[in-house]
């Protein structure tokens, strides 16, 4: 049997044809004379929130310490020059200890006040522009005990469940369903339209019927109702698509409370898989610690949970527990900057492509302080200066850093959240 191969033709000089003539007369643009466009180089995120805090003493440097040198950030000597530690910063505002990991990526102020409603986090805004091009506008994941927290909120403060087992989330990325079951979806997805044109035709009714205030208020529901119409159409678009293939089995789940470590290990795995085959261009992990009594680490005897050992009023037996537990988070941490410098795309790595935003959402778990947070911003193409340094008394807004990394995921708003402008001493290419 025969095959057919298509041949990109070569870009014509106007003047070509006509050269050999002696002619100095333009000939009229023509299509082949177009420049192919430069392919598109995807940017991705992930954003990474572990909820019992850093030991501020085993991750800043001490007086004359480089930052390299700190007891934590040598787990990740291998990515010093992709990496920069931020000090002196925090959300604006934002109060409540532990309540303050679910504001960790909106920064909406004082989560521990009676009445409080979220607003929309950083992954979602970027979602709302880059998220059209994947399967997955984003992919919300709990290293936890029960989709109860999420990193990933909607413009109306509404929390976007979070996929807690790494096994159904190999299913949903890579484990293409039977025609029924496609069908099946595709149907839901149809009544989700259906939906939306009666809706839309009731408010168009309505708003003969209202004052120009009113009228606005129907206007914005319209364009809200539009955008949920274009994610419905692009859904069914990639539903209708085949998964990508992988070598890689279902993974394990570890669910027993003590799996800390392993569980974290296997959510990385399926980050990096779902980042590799372009599934999903936006990631957040929200790592729990309620869900952990007690953190099984090798080589150490772990006597208390996770949480207790966080109050641990500077004493060495406790503090050398809680060591340990961070230590081997840093540990996995490093193993999954290797695997995303592992994947080659083009001339870059998939880490250059990637910024991994990594941090807590309190300065000290022991006082349940949420200033001065530990934070790292790794990879992503940004221009690495190692250790910015920012005052510790007055901290600088880490919501700069989030509109900084929305306009290098190619999203041009003014501000986000209490930001007051991008943010001091980090570029990017």
Not at 20 to 46: F, I, N, S
Not at 83 to 112: E, I, Y
Not at 245 to 274: H, N, W
Request: charged content about 25%; aromatic content about 8%.
């Amino acid at each position: 049997m025969s095959q057919t191969f298509w041949i990109r033709p070569k870009s014509i000089n106007r003047r070509t044809m006509l050269k050999g003539l002696g002619v100095a007369m333009a000939l009229p643009h023509l299509e082949a004379m177009a420049v192919a466009k430069t392919p598109e180089v995807p940017k991705r995120m992930v954003a990474i929130c572990t909820d019992q805090g850093i030991v501020p003493g085993y991750f800043f440097p001490k007086a004359k310490q480089k930052w390299t040198e700190t007891r934590y950030l040598k787990h990740l000597s291998d990515h010093h020059a992709d990496m920069t530690m931020l000090s002196g910063v925090s959300l604006p505002d934002v109060t409540g200890g532990h309540h303050a990991d679910v504001v960790f990526l909106t920064g909406a102020a004082h989560p521990s006040r009676p009445g409080f409603k979220n607003s929309v986090s950083l992954d979602q805004v970027a979602a709302e522009h880059v998220g059209i091009k994947t399967r997955f506008q984003s992919l919300p994941i709990l290293i936890g005990r029960e989709n109860k927290r999420s990193l990933s909120f909607t413009r109306s403060g509404v929390m976007i469940p979070p996929e807690k087992k790494a096994s159904n989330l190999f299913k949903k990325l890579f484990i293409q369903g039977d025609k029924k079951q496609v069908q099946a979806q595709m149907a839901k997805l149809q009544e989700g339209r259906s939906i939306l044109d009666v809706v839309r035709v009731k408010s168009k009714n309505l708003a003969d019927h209202v004052g120009k205030a009113d009228k606005e208020k129907l206007e914005q529901y319209e364009h809200a109702v539009r955008e949920a119409e274009k994610r419905l159409q692009t859904m069914q678009a990639w539903e209708s698509k085949t998964k990508p293939t992988v070598k890689a089995k279902v993974p394990q789940d570890f669910l027993k409370p003590g799996y800390l470590i392993d569980r974290s290990r296997v959510m990385y795995d399926m980050t990096k898989l779902a980042l590799e085959t372009d599934s999903t261009r936006l990631v957040t992990i929200m790592i729990e610690g309620d869900f952990n009594p007690k953190v099984i680490i090798e080589g150490h005897d772990i006597n208390e949970g996770w949480h207790q050992l966080t109050h641990h009023g500077w004493r060495k037996e406790k503090l050398s527990q809680l060591g340990a537990i961070e230590d081997a988070q840093f540990g996995v941490l490093n193993d999954f900057l290797n695997d995303l410098k592992s994947v080659k795309e083009d001339d870059q790595t998939l880490l250059d492509r990637t910024s991994v935003l990594y941090g807590t959402n309190m300065g000290c778990a022991n006082r349940h302080s949420n200033d001065n947070l530990p934070y790292l911003v790794i990879g992503g193409g940004y221009k690495h200066k190692g250790h910015l340094k920012f005052d510790e008394k007055n901290n600088y807004p880490l919501s700069n850093l989030y509109l900084t990394e929305l306009h290098r995921l190619g999203v041009n708003v003014n501000s986000f959240s209490s930001s007051t402008g991008t943010m001091k001493g980090l570029e990017f290419s």
